[in-house]
Every structure is written in C-alpha cells, then in structure tokens.
C-alpha cells in the first residue's frame, strides 16, 4: 500500500480528483483517503505544513494503513543555483536544516543520534527505484534540465532570505526547501519503510518568493501531482 501525504489542499486537489472508490476516515484532526489512482492501491492525507503535521501522518499511515511506500508531493523553494519556478526536484535525500545542536559541538542539521559523528549533518535516503520511477514520469512532462535529483532541506519555516538559503546550499547542498518532506523521510527511515519526495518549485526562496507563491502556487502544486500520477500509473505498467 502506498501513502501520499500533501501539507496544503492545493497540493492534494488534483489527486483527489483523480481517486476511485474514494472511502474516507479521520484519526485525530487529519481526514486519510483510500482509493485508487492510476491501478494503485494508495491513501492519501493532507498534513497541514511543518515536520510535526507530517510526522503523525507518516506514522498513522504506517501504523493505521499498512502503508511501505510513502510519497509527499507539494511545492518548494529552489536553491540550487540555475533553478527556475516550475522545475521539479526529486530528493535523493533530505535533512532537517532547522535541527541545531551548535551550541553543544555538533554542526546544523545533526539529529545528535547515539554513535553518530558531531560534524556531519543527518541524511535520510529516499527510495532509489521510487526516484526512478519519478524521474521517468517527470520526463513525460519537461525537459531533463529542469528535472534535478538532490538533497531536500526541510525545516518549520519559509526560507525567503538569501543569507538562509546560501546556507542551505552551503551546509547540505540542498537542492529545495519545503516543510515537511524531511519528517517524512525520517519516520519511513526509521520504521523501515521506503520513501520518496516529489517537488515544484513555486519560488526560489528569495525576496521574491511571496509573490511567486501567490502566483504559482496551484500550478507548481498541480504539476508535482500530475507527475505522481503519471508515476503510480508506470508502477501499474
Ligand atoms: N514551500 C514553498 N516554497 C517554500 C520556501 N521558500 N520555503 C519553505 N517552504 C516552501
């Protein structure tokens, strides 16, 4: 069973659309939809934004449904260098940039776990044969130059300052910068489950990135969704 977490409802509309034999059921204040897209077997959420939201909705869909692939799909801020609104990027791995243990001798981004170094941030590792699948999929829709695999930072709060961003790209060579992918990655990692972030860049994390939310919002939302659904149907294949 697959498990599909979105934080906002612009990032779930167009799979819900897209469901059949919909059932609904609520734990806690989240509401968890079963059905089928594109052939497969999937429940789908929306989380609200931020690590914590999309922790228990990991977990609920582990625990609750069963689930062994977890799959967020939603926007991002770019930060890679040469990034434009509307590309997509894929985590090959994710940190949790706004973890900091400095004050206690560790670098940005150490979750401090038993037996780990101090000097290195903590990575999670996406499924390679869902980045795959992905990546396949997001070719159906856009050039490979605007398709990137690397690391997603995920942290609660809206990166929109250069100096933030630098950073971010400085530290884990981060690639894009969103909420809620990071937890995700996390709790599949640490329950055995596989798991992958699909993302659309509605910004570039910058001054400007209000506005390009505004702007692009629906669409980056929209696009990250089609290429999931294109992905679950090459699953069904
Ligand atoms: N989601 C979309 N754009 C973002 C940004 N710039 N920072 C964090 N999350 C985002």
Known sequence: MIGIIGAMQSEITLLRAQ??????????????YEGVIAGQAVVLTQSGMGKVN???????????????????TGIAGGVALGLHVGDIVIADKTVEHDFDLSPVGYVKGCLGKDGEPKDEPTYYYTDK????????????????ENIHIGCIASGDQFVSRKEVKQELRNCYNA?????????IVH?????GVSAVIVRCLS???????????DNFEQLAADRSADILVSMLKLMSD
């Open 19 to 32: 469901m059949q034999n919909e059932k609904q059921t609520v734990l806690g204040n989240k509401v968890y």
């Open 54 to 72: 999309a922790a228990m909705c990991a977990q609920q869909l582990i625990d609750r449904f069963g689930v062994d692939k977890l799959i967020n």
């Open 129 to 144: 044969v869902l980045v795959e699948y992905l990546q396949k999929a997001a070719q159906q829709y856009m050039s490979a």
């Open 175 to 183: 690639y894009a910068a969103e909420m809620e992918g990071g937890a």
């Open 187 to 191: 709790v599949a990692g640490e329950n």
């Open 203 to 213: 910004d570039l994390a910058d001054e400007n990135a209000h506005e390009s939310v």
